[in-house]
């Protein structure tokens, strides 16, 4: 059975969406990030970045989300979450790269400048600049989305569950607010039966 590291609501979501939607079972393993457990050495031997998520399927060992993912929907291609032409696949890339250093990345920089760093390292200058950009390639993606239900091509595919938690992510930081297509899009995807909890749902699991 599949083992995955990673606590809600980490990036480990994008991994449970898959797994969610494939149906298949899997071994949830939390790390308990702000205790320092993804310093362990235990730990360190699976993903030397001391990040999560972490996918163990057998032998093979997987990390960073957008990887997990693509290597999920390639392992099981039934589910047609991998377009058939390489021309669709190349757009397939292109979005999926697009979301996690275009959008994620400013929404990690303002994460990271607003709890995550001591405060003496915090820049809030660097929010500003962030949230700057971040707001201009939402724009980008607003666009494209305009008169489309998927991210690529006329059906779901992996972007569309990377693109989720992303812009859920954007959302939480208030993002969306000029994005209507997008919000409508957000809606939609988490209304779907396999949907794992929201970032606020988890955090206020996390709490209870």
Known sequence: MMKLYGTPPTRALRVIWLLNELGLEYDMLPVNLLQGEN??????VLNPAAKVPVLVDGSLVVT???AIQLYLAEKYPQAG??????EE???MYRWMFFLV???EQPLWRIARHTFIYPEEKRL???VDLARQECLEMVAVLEG???AREYMVGDRLSVADFNAAYTLDWANEEKMLDGAPRLREYLKSMYSRPAAPPTIAEAFAALES
């Open 39 to 44: 310093q362990q050495q235990g730990f360190l």
């Open 64 to 66: 960073e989300s957008a």
């Open 81 to 86: 979450f991998i377009p058939e032409t390489v």
């Open 89 to 91: 696949r190349a757009q």
């Open 101 to 103: 250093t275009e959008i």
């Open 124 to 126: 809030p200058q660097d």
């Open 144 to 146: 494209h989305m305009k």
